[in-house]
């Protein structure tokens, strides 16, 4: 009888456990610290892209993204970081499968709307890792929508972001480098208790 009672505690804790973990109750919701700026709140969407936020959370949990920089900015158009080089070169080590329609991923229908936050990558549509970008304008959506990875907006700060494109200088128009790249000093996330396991190419 003992043991009966055992395995049945047992499996109960199993069950609880697996159905703790299934969906999160919650979206996870970043804080972005920006020098000389403030800070940004920014709400995740897993339902849209759940591997680029589970990239996007795992990457915040390690402190991949502290001290690093926005390094390109085009008015109107997208405020974009998230590379350890600085340059718009670099990542993670490591690349994730883009979550968009054009990739064959028809989940994901968050359109790149004013405050959007998305996946920068190369012209080889797996090759996101660590870089993103927010989204300055709704026209943007006409050149973003199914060949990027859309996967939060933001929910706070706004302006903050308003306040970097306005002041900013950029070096070059073509390439939207930066005169002085913007420092992220920090940036944190809060999951709800879920834990988010994220698949690499």
Not at 22 to 40: F, L, Q
Not at 48 to 75: Q, S
Not at 107 to 119: D, E, F, Q, R, Y
Not at 149 to 156: D, Q, R, T
């Amino acid at each position: 009888m003992k043991k009966i009672f055992i395995l049945l505690f047992l499996t109960l804790i199993i069950i609880t456990g697996c159905n703790k973990n299934e969906e999160p109750e919650k979206n996870p919701i970043v804080t972005m610290k920006i020098e000389n700026y403030g800070s940004i709140k920014i709400e995740l969407y897993p339902e849209y892209a759940p591997n680029t936020v589970a990239n996007f959370v795992n990457l915040i949990l390690d402190g991949f993204y502290d001290g690093l920089t926005f390094h390109r900015l085009v008015p109107g158009f997208v405020l974009q970081g998230g590379d350890p080089n600085g340059d718009g070169t670099g990542g993670p080590g490591y690349t994730i499968k883009g979550e968009f329609k054009q990739n064959g991923y028809s989940k994901n229908t968050l359109s790149h709307t004013t405050g959007v936050i998305s996946m920068a990558r190369s012209n080889s549509y797996d090759s996101a890792g660590s870089q993103f970008f927010i989204v300055l304008s709704d026209s943007a959506t006409y050149s973003l929508d199914n060949l990027y990875a859309g996967f939060g907006k933001v929910i706070e700060g706004m302006d903050i972001i308003k306040e970097i494109e306005d002041n900013e200088d950029v070096l070059d128009d073509l390439t939207g480098s930066l005169k002085e790249n913007i420092v992220i000093t920090k940036m944190t996330v809060d999951t709800f208790g879920y834990e988010y396991k994220v698949e690499k190419n």
